[in-house]
Nanobody, 125 residues
Framework: QGQLVESGGGSVQAGGSLRLSCEASGYSFSTYCMAWFRQAPGKERERIATIYTHSISTNYADSVKGRFTISQDKAKNTLYLQMNSLKPEDTAMYYC??????????????????WGQGTQVTVSS
């Protein structure tokens, strides 16, 4: 297994933007589907954005659709989450995660079994 290291979190006012990065050492984006999750205090972890192998497709939770964009830079082996129009309810710890190689069920949250340490995002009103 490789290593996932997130960065880019911070504090921002509502309506602002942040871009999270996840350096994915030891991963090939042609082999692994990857996702961003978040967890707010007292709430369950939520998968908010998924990108399939070869960047064939992406999908988003309704809570972030139209505001967040997941992408990959193969040359840098880095996963990104561009977050625009941030809301106070976006406040959470954000994690990138990878599934097993050639996982066919990337649409299931339970298949993601390798995690970064997380980066905190705080949105003030």
């Amino acid at each position: 297994q490789g290593q996932l290291v997130e960065s880019g979190g911070g504090s921002v006012q509502a309506g602002g933007s942040l871009r999270l990065s996840c350096e994915a050492s030891g991963y090939s984006f042609s082999t692994y589907c990857m996702a961003w999750f978040r967890q707010a205090p007292g709430k369950e972890r939520e998968r908010i954005a998924t990108i399939y192998t070869h960047s064939i497709s992406t999908n988003y939770a309704d809570s972030v659709k139209g505001r967040f964009t997941i992408s990959q830079d193969k040359a840098k082996n880095t996963l990104y989450l561009q977050m625009n129009s941030l809301k106070p309810e976006d406040t959470a710890m954000y994690y990138c995660a990878a599934a097993s190689p050639y996982e066919p069920a990337c649409y299931l949250s339970r298949v993601y079994n390798n995690w970064g340490q997380g980066t905190q995002v705080t949105v003030s009103s």
